[in-house]
Nanobody, 125 residues
Framework: QVQLVESGGGLVQAGGSLRLSCAAS????????MGWFRQGPGKEREFVAA????????YYADSVKGRFTISKDNAKNTGYLEMNSLKPEDTAVYYC??????????????????WGQGTQVTVSS
């Protein structure tokens, strides 16, 4: 079992920044992928970014490329999502997730077995 605990959400003005954290526990993470998804009001949960824990390779949705940065701290078993130049359309509940890397990094919810509780990010215009 893997437990994930997110933190760092909040209210920010458009153009501002936030950093989300996801602390993982319960398993050695070397063979996992950590992903970030978000779900806006009335929308489906969508992929934001992911990172291969073994080598740190990042993957991004086109909508956040150049604005968001995913990273990790192996010693703390914690992943981060640095969000800059935030827009009102980034408003959503953000979830971190973890899944075993099979052949390639998944950008769908089905590729992740473990989920955090979610943290609200609200961007005001």
């Amino acid at each position: 079992q893997v437990q994930l605990v997110e933190s760092g959400g909040g209210l920010v003005q458009a153009g501002g920044s936030l950093r989300l954290s996801c602390a993982a526990s319960g398993r050695t993470f070397s063979s996992y992928v950590m992903g970030w998804f978000r779900q806006g009001p009335g929308k489906e949960r969508e992929f934001v970014a992911a990172i291969r824990w073994s080598n740190g390779s990042p993957y991004y949705a086109d909508s956040v490329k150049g604005r968001f940065t995913i990273s990790k701290d192996n010693a703390k078993n914690t992943g981060y999502l640095e969000m800059n130049s935030l827009k009102p359309e980034d408003t959503a509940v953000y979830y971190c997730a973890a899944g075993i890397l099979i052949s390639r990094v998944s950008t769908t919810t089905g590729g992740y077995a473990y989920w955090g509780q979610g943290t609200q990010v609200t961007v005001s215009s």
